[in-house]
């Protein structure tokens, strides 16, 4: 057998040119960290050096027809693939900025960091763009590998938590190995959804389940197959009941490592898991179960990460918590669209909600890596009248907070009221699922207000007033700027969110 | 295709029983040795699957390279030679061996003088597109796997240089880590 060659053309390598600038970042902060030692250099071309891959982007984006498949149908730069491929580019720029000060206190090798978070959002932008079953794998672990290094490099111990370096280390290893472990889940699933179908194709694989697979949307065979991949990406989105992992990690691993885990890993495993279903053709096989798999998946994330989130002493496992609450709101727009394959408004709700949701959470945790480089502490009792020691700061982390509790008018209440009422009108069981997370919502403003209440009412254990580092300002401002922005300016942002899910949908 | 059934079986059931071992075994070289045997058996599960290239990959790199590498580690890790020496005395362990050893000749035996074939699914008919045909079932022997890797699957191989290059930094940062801790 000997296929005829179609060769690569330039178009494949133009519309693979972000990607291509991504990598050769990566491979020149490497660089430069060896040639120059300066710090400020290093993290100056980090965060500026992202203005390529997004040009040659926004270049692309902006010629009239311009390819949109490459590498025979495995990459794609349809507008998901660029929605999500500009919000990794921000997550870049906020975590750069907002670990800046952070890094060189307590983690030595700076340079190194930077490389593993473009290394990691190079991964992230593939998983965007694939189309693809093992292209999605590789883009996967491309993905998180640079998270397990990431959660253990910590060096010196926070000076008010003696034993954090320690525990950095074991959520490096937890995280290895539970990465390990959910990667082994989602090739099983893989592997059988190529063994019902023939394909690794996401296209083809769609086409297969319509016109020949004889099992039936309910076969067991597919169900495994669905329930698989779901716990595969479901762990890097940290849903119910693959969640486990999330707190111990999150409070482990140092702050900015943290704030890239909640923002990067959930965008891109929400990225990959839209794309698998709906580009698969996964959800038009009109599977029952598989809905109420899902359905249990977005009530269950939701009730514990809520709940669980008001019992906590520290404030990065409260955010951690606090993640997998919003996690939970995003799947219940997943919900409605498993409901309803060809419902674009849930697609769309979904990814506004993760937009708004990764500007909000670079701001709040800004906040806190703020508060850790100047106090040394991350208890939530330390938090005690930040109002008076610091009032920019913590009108800055206020705003980020209500935004996450979803309180009106800002743009994390706009988005979450999206997702509501897209989900409501689908009917059927829906209404109930957005009852219970509008209950949720409610639960969810008791430990944000409980943020609010130390930050401004209680009196300070120290009356010293503290000092924020340019860096961190800077991030925590765009934080602010683009929650407002996305508030006034919701529905442009809407907009773009709607191109991505029609290009998904056609 | 009972024969072949017959070969599946054996070969799951050794896979299986040397998958049990690696985690059942106390002394962390037998644990070794039985993921030698699992990975051979999956050898053989590639060769019923007609992938030839595949199954000689998978024991030159994984049950010839990589386990060698964990032997290595291992030997170096355990020091204690009291461990080593008290977990021989398994009396039951020759039996498993002898039975585990006929099971395995058998089966490599039967696919070398049979040359098992297995009908593919034919799921992938039908479709002329290029992606498909080179990832089509049956299409295991070494020239239809170096087309799939370096033409219809080459992105996919490419990306995976990025992953090797981020596992090295990590390894690098991770393993300095350590050294500087031990000269504090």
Redesign the interface.
């Known amino acids: 057998?000997?296929?005829?060659?179609?060769p690569?053309s330039s178009n494949d390598m133009w519309i693979l040119s972000p990607e291509i600038a991504m990598?050769a970042l990566a491979?020149l902060v490497?660089a430069l960290d060896f040639l120059v030692k300066r710090r400020e250099i290093i993290a100056f071309v980090s965060v500026f050096g992202l203005v390529v891959p997004a040009g040659l982007l926004a270049w692309i984006v902006s010629t009239p027809n311009h390819p949109v498949y490459g590498?025979?149908?495995?990459?794609t730069i349809d507008n998901y693939a660029i929605f999500f491929d500009f919000l990794f580019l921000l997550i870049g720029a906020g975590v750069v900025l907002a670990s800046y000060d952070f890094v060189q206190r307590y983690m030595?090798?700076s340079g190194?960091f930077y490389?593993?978070l473009l290394?990691?959002l190079?991964?992230a932008m593939?998983m965007a763009s694939s189309r693809?079953l093992?292209?999605i794998y590789?883009?996967l672990?491309?993905t998180s590998?640079?998270l397990?290094?990431m959660a253990?490099?910590l060096?010196k111990d926070i000076p008010n938590d003696a034993a954090s370096s320690v525990r950095s280390t074991e959520a490096?290893l937890k995280y290895v190995l539970l990465g390990a472990m959910s990667s082994a889940v989602l090739l099983y699933g893989m592997a059988l959804l190529y063994?019902?179908?023939?394909?690794?194709?996401l296209s083809?694989i769609a086409v297969?389940l319509q016109h020949?697979f004889s099992g039936g949307p309910n076969s067991m065979v597919l169900l495994v197959a669905d329930t698989f991949i779901f716990a595969g990406f479901g762990f890097k989105i940290s849903a119910v009941p693959f969640h486990m992992w999330a707190p111990d990690i999150y409070q482990g691993a140092p702050t900015p490592g943290t704030l890239f885990f909640s923002v990067a890993s959930k965008a891109a495993g929400f990225a990959a898991l839209i794309r698998v279903f709906a580009d698969g053709g996964l959800l038009n096989t009109g599977s029952f179960y598989l809905w109420g798999f899902i359905a249990i998946a977005a009530v269950a994330t939701m009730t514990l990460g809520n709940i669980v989130a008001i019992a906590q002493s520290d404030i990065k496992r409260m955010m951690a918590y606090s993640s997998i609450a919003q996690a939970g709101y995003i799947l219940v727009g997943f919900t409605a669209v498993a409901y309803q394959p060809s419902n674009q408004t849930g697609i769309s709700g979904m990814l506004v909600f993760l937009a708004v949701y990764v500007i909000t959470n670079i701001g709040a945790f800004a906040g806190i890596i703020a508060f850790a480089n100047a106090t040394g502490s991350e208890q939530l009792r330390d938090f005690d009248g930040l109002f008076r020691r610091s009032p920019t700061l913590a009108f800055g982390m206020i705003l980020c907070l209500m935004s996450l509790a979803g309180i009106p008018p800002l743009a994390g209440a706009l988005s979450k009221i999206y997702i509501f009422v897209t989900a409501w009108q689908e009917g059927g069981l829906l209404p109930w699922i957005v009852i219970i997370a509008l209950i949720n919502s409610v639960i969810s403003i008791a430990y944000y207000i409980g943020v609010a209440y130390r930050i401004f009412v209680k009196n300070p254990l120290r009356e010293d007033r503290l000092r924020v580092s340019a860096a961190i300002s800077v991030a925590l401002a765009v934080s602010v700027v683009g929650i407002i922005a996305a508030t006034i300016f919701f529905q442009p942002l809407l907009n773009f969110g709607v191109s991505g899910a029609q290009a998904l949908l056609k | 295709m009972s024969a072949n059934i017959l070969a599946f079986s054996a070969v799951a059931a050794l896979a299986i029983a040397s998958g049990i071992g690696v985690i059942a075994f106390r002394n962390a070289i037998y644990s070794a040795l039985s993921l030698i045997v699992n990975l051979l058996s999956l050898a053989l599960f590639y060769l019923i699957l007609n992938g030839m290239f595949i199954a000689a990959a998978q024991v030159l790199i994984y049950a010839g390279a990589i386990m060698v590498l964990f032997l290595f580690v291992v030997t170096m890790l355990s020091s204690d030679k009291a461990e080593l020496q008290t977990s021989d005395r398994i009396s039951w362990q020759r039996l498993v061996g002898v039975i585990a050893g006929i099971i395995f000749a058998a089966a490599a035996s039967f696919l070398l003088l049979v040359h098992a074939q297995i009908a593919p699914?034919a799921?992938?008919q039908g479709?002329n597109?290029?992606?498909?045909?080179?990832?089509?079932?049956g299409?295991g022997n070494t020239?239809?796997f170096g087309?799939a890797l370096f033409?219809?699957?080459?992105?996919?191989f490419e990306?995976?240089s990025?992953?090797i290059?981020?596992?090295i930094?990590?390894a690098?940062?991770?393993g300095?880590?350590s050294r500087?801790?031990s000269e504090d």
């Open positions: 057998m000997s296929p005829t060659l179609i690569l990598t491979l490497l590498f025979y149908g495995m990459y030595r090798s190194e490389a593993l290394f990691s190079l991964g593939l693809e093992i292209t590789i883009a672990e491309l590998f640079p397990y290094v253990g490099m060096r490096s063994g019902i179908t023939g394909s690794t194709d083809e297969a020949g | 699914d799921a992938a479709s597109n290029l992606f498909t045909q080179i990832s089509a079932p299409s020239e239809a087309m033409h219809g699957f080459l992105f996919p990306v995976t990025a992953i290059v981020a596992a930094l990590g690098v940062v991770l300095r880590r500087a801790k």
